[in-house]
C-alpha cells in the first residue's frame, strides 16, 4: 500500500529565513503534486512535476523531484506571513481498474511569524 | 479559468437523514473524484469515475455512498443514511485525461452531522 509522508507535521518559522518540506512515498511513482491549502478552503495546486528531477519555482517556492530516491522536496526562500496555510503532496496510483487516485500526504502546516 | 463548482458550500443534516452533494465538473473533463477531509487531517479519496461507471471506491466508499453523473454536467455523491463520522469537507475533482498534470478540485462542501 502507498504511503505518503511529509515532515515536519509543523512548521513555525520567522520572516526571511529559508526552510524545506519533505515528502516521502513508499512504492514507484513518477508524478507528484504539491498543493496549498489556507483554512477552510479548497485545495490550490502549486506544482505538477512528472519526472525525475524535475525542478519548479514559483515566486518564493521551489519544488523538486527525486523518483529514485522517493522524495520530493518544497523549499521556502524568505518566508512571509502570505505563505502561511497546509501545504500537501500527493502521489498518484493506478487502481485495479487503471484510472488513477491521488495518495495525499500528511500535510505540513507552515505558521510565517511577522 | 474553468471552475468545478460545487454546492452547497456548507450542509447541516441530522444523523440519518440523506444528503446529495452536488459538483458541476469542467465541460471538457472527461475524470471525476470524491474526496473527503475531516477536520485537521489529510485528505482522503473516496471514489472515482470515468465513461459513466465508478472506476474505483475506497474502502469509506461504503453502501451508504452511491455517485452519480444524472445529466451529463452534474456529478452527485449521494450519502443515505448520515452518521456523525461523516462530518467533513467533501471535495469534488476533474481532470481531462489521467496522468494529465493534475486535477482541478471544486471548493469543497463542509458536511455538518448532528
Known amino acids: 500500500e502507498l504511503k505518503v509522508e511529509q515532515n515536519p507535521l509543523f512548521l513555525s518559522m520567522q520572516e526571511g529565513k529559508n526552510y524545506t518540506i519533505y515528502c516521502n512515498y513508499s512504492?514507484?511513482?513518477?508524478?507528484l503534486y504539491w498543493y496549498r491549502q489556507d483554512p477552510g478552503k479548497s485545495l490550490e495546486s502549486l506544482f505538477v512535476l512528472l519526472s525525475n528531477g524535475a525542478v519548479k519555482q514559483e515566486g518564493r517556492l521551489m519544488a523538486s523531484l527525486d523518483t529514485k530516491a522517493r522524495l520530493s522536496t518544497l523549499h521556502i526562500t524568505a518566508a512571509v506571513h502570505d505563505l502561511s496555510a497546509t501545504y500537501f503532496c500527493?502521489?498518484?496510483?493506478?487502481?485495479?481498474?487503471?484510472?488513477?487516485?491521488?495518495?495525499f500526504g500528511t500535510g505540513t502546516r507552515l505558521k510565517v511569524l511577522a | 479559468e474553468p471552475e468545478v463548482t460545487q454546492t452547497p458550500s456548507h450542509q447541516v443534516t441530522q444523523m440519518g437523514q440523506e444528503v446529495i452533494l452536488r459538483c458541476v465538473p469542467i465541460s471538457n473533463h472527461l475524470y471525476f473524484y470524491w474526496y473527503r477531509q475531516i477536520l485537521g487531517q489529510k485528505v482522503e479519496f473516496l471514489v472515482s469515475f470515468y465513461n459513466n461507471e465508478i472506476s474505483e471506491k475506497s474502502e469509506i466508499f461504503d453502501d451508504q455512498f452511491s455517485v452519480e453523473r444524472p445529466d451529463g454536467s452534474n456529478f452527485t455523491l449521494k450519502i443515505r443514511s448520515t452518521k456523525l463520522e461523516d462530518s467533513a469537507m467533501y471535495f469534488c475533482?476533474?481532470?481531462?485525461?489521467?496522468?494529465?498534470?493534475?486535477?482541478?478540485f471544486g471548493s469543497g462542501t463542509r458536511l455538518t452531522v448532528v
Open positions: 512504492t514507484t511513482s513518477d508524478r
Open positions: 475533482a476533474s481532470s481531462e485525461r489521467q496522468k494529465s498534470g493534475g486535477y482541478t
Open positions: 500527493a502521489v498518484d496510483r493506478a487502481g485495479s481498474s487503471g484510472t488513477y487516485k491521488y495518495i
